[in-house]
């Protein structure tokens, strides 16, 4: 029944995440809040991996959330999960593109998601902010060594010029061995 269930909350996900693998965040704390599965800080710990992984980010946290809930079956099926609504709306937008090609409805339709993408993208933005910066809740203390990392980051990547141009590679690098030097 764990398998049907992880097909099925992922399935959900991959339905309605419209934008990326970041409008999938707000599903995932969902997800941790309603089943257990995993905490909100090993969800942070997804996203710092996820984000360091090759693939899609919504897929390399479906997998990641599969595997620590139920193992390497756990990680196909909800994989599986995620991607089975695109697979099928692929198929369906493909066998019937030329007819919708110039449609006004769906062209309105396509325009209507943007700013549900966008409110998606920023709530999972807050989420992982409170996450980072205040352990999960606003009302904690703030954890001072990750603002001055962000700020430090920020500085580096956008500001300096000699470390503006690095390849995001480097900087990738750079916060993973910062992160184990220091254990973030």
């Known amino acids: 029944m764990l398998y049907v ?20 965040l707000p599903f995932l704390y969902s997800i941790s809040d309603r089943t257990g599965w995993y905490t909100h ?25 599969g595997y620590i809930t139920a193992g390497l079956s756990g990680a196909l099926t909800s994989t599986l999960g995620l991607i089975t609504p695109s697979i099928i709306v692929i198929l369906l ?7 919708f090609h110039e449609n006004k409805y769906v062209n309105a339709g396509f ?30 203390s703030v954890k001072l ?11 580096l990547t ?13 900087w990738i690098f750079v916060s993973a061995a910062i992160g184990v030097i220091f254990k973030f």
């Open 5 to 24: 269930k992880l097909f099925w909350e992922f399935f959900q996900t991959g339905l309605f995440a419209v934008g990326g693998g970041m409008a999938t």
């Open 41 to 65: 800080q090993q969800l942070a710990d997804m996203i710092a991996v996820s984000e360091s992984t090759p693939g899609a980010i919504g897929v390399n946290m479906a997998t990641y959330s």
């Open 93 to 99: 937008v493909a066998a019937f593109l030329n007819a």
């Open 111 to 140: 325009y209507g998601l943007r700013p549900a993408s966008s409110a998606m993208i920023t709530a999972a933005g807050i989420i992982l902010a409170r996450v980072v910066f205040f352990g999960g809740s606003f009302a904690n």
């Open 145 to 155: 060594d990750a603002v001055c990392l962000a700020a430090a980051l920020l500085l």
């Open 158 to 170: 956008n500001v300096l010029k000699p470390t503006k141009k690095l390849h995001p590679v480097i």
